[in-house]
């Protein structure tokens, strides 16, 4: 079985700082990716980023980066130069590659607040 | 291009009361998802679809819920009757495949209160 563990209550920030958000994951399976979604206070969920397992380099888009450290399990989210508009939930999911039930996993989410 | 599109985005309903929950995946979507957020549990997956046909509805709570999509840009999630604990904010999601790096991409959610 896959697991997710997003143990971060709660984050803050100061603008124009970066920020990790941690994640860390379970998982037998050799191949797998992970996600990153957004979720604002006025609920919607946005993809942000994709990381395979086999991939050779950490994963960018935009001002946002995972720091992946497969050895260690963990997919760490990098928002660099933080924005007011980045405080929201974020949540750490997972899939297998392969198989019939690929579902996602989705962890318990971390809140982040960016101060002015 | 248009998102998935969910209706409606607020439901207050009495407990007791059918439900019913609109969704309209992306087109060129194969998948389908229904899902359910809460403080408590956080995001459950209740069902997910294939070319229209459900897959894995191991999610779903009870038989007062139940999913279909009779075709490939539309699906329901009706519950009857509803009950408070039914209370969450339920989105629905496509991706093109289940497989790599497909994304699964969320509609903004139907927010249900039952009174």
């Known amino acids: 079985a896959q697991k997710i563990t997003q143990t971060q209550p709660g984050m803050f920030v100061q603008e124009k700082e970066a920020v990790t958000l941690d994640c860390t994951y379970d998982?037998?399976?050799?191949?797998?990716?992970l996600f990153w979604y957004k979720q604002p206070s006025s609920g919607e969920m946005i993809f942000l980023i994709y990381q395979g397992s086999y991939d050779q380099q950490n994963a960018t888009e935009g001002r946002y980066s995972l720091n992946f450290q497969k050895a260690r399990k963990s997919a760490n989210l990098v928002i660099s130069a933080s924005q007011l508009g980045d405080s929201a939930m974020y949540f750490c999911a997972m899939r297998r590659f392969e198989g019939a039930n690929s579902k996602l996993t989705f962890g318990k989410g971390i809140t982040l607040s960016v101060r002015p | 291009d248009a998102g998935v599109i969910q209706s409606p985005r607020h439901e207050v309903t009495e407990m007791g009361q059918e439900v019913t929950l609109r969704c309209k995946p992306i087109?060129?979507?194969?998948?389908l998802f229904w899902y359910r957020q809460t403080m408590m549990r956080g995001l459950e997956l209740l069902i997910y679809?294939?070319?229209?046909?459900?897959?894995?509805d191991s999610g779903m709570p009870e038989d007062r819920f139940s999913a279909k999509m009779p075709n490939a840009s539309f699906s329901t999630l009706k519950i009857q009757p509803s009950e408070p604990r039914d209370s969450a904010v339920y989105f629905c999601a496509s991706s093109p495949g289940l497989a790599g790096a497909n994304t699964q991409y969320f509609g903004p959610g139907t927010r249900l209160t039952v009174l």
């Open positions: 998982t037998s399976d050799p191949s797998y990716g």
């Open positions: 679809f294939n070319n229209n046909v459900p897959i894995d």
């Open positions: 087109s060129g979507h194969d998948y």
